[in-house]
């Protein structure tokens, strides 16, 4: 009877422990699963939005700037040959209140490029 018994414990643990290594086996052959954006929290999605939308503001802010800094150099070139045309035809010994008042106008234009060059700070 003794060998009866070794033998059904023999067989019994021997199905036992084949029975844990498949599961194992599964488990550690699975990747773990990828988080879903469902997943996140919302404070997470509000900051993602916060940070995209301060990202559109500041290229939309800086396509302004540029076409702004674009006019104004434009017209700071159209003052600067008026400015000259006004020099040109001046008598050595007579300046116009004309020519003082187109320097005054490139001054502050050419203050105004310059800031805006320097961006929002």
Do not use: W
Not at 66 to 91: G, I
């Amino acid at each position: 009877m003794r060998p009866r018994i070794r033998a059904s414990c023999f067989l019994c643990l021997f199905a036992l422990c084949l029975v844990p290594l498949p599961v194992v086996a599964q488990q550690s052959s699975q990747p773990p699963p990828a988080p879903h954006i469902g997943d996140l929290n919302p404070s997470d999605h509000e900051d993602e939005a916060r940070e995209r939308l301060a990202r559109d503001m500041e290229k939309k802010a800086a396509k302004a700037r540029a076409a702004a800094l674009k006019a104004d150099t434009d017209k700071l070139l159209k003052l600067s040959v008026e400015l000259k045309d006004y020099v040109d035809k001046a008598d050595e010994n007579v300046l116009s209140l004309d020519v003082i008042k187109k320097a005054e106008e490139i001054e502050k234009l050419a203050k105004s490029v310059k800031d805006k060059m320097r961006g929002p700070n």
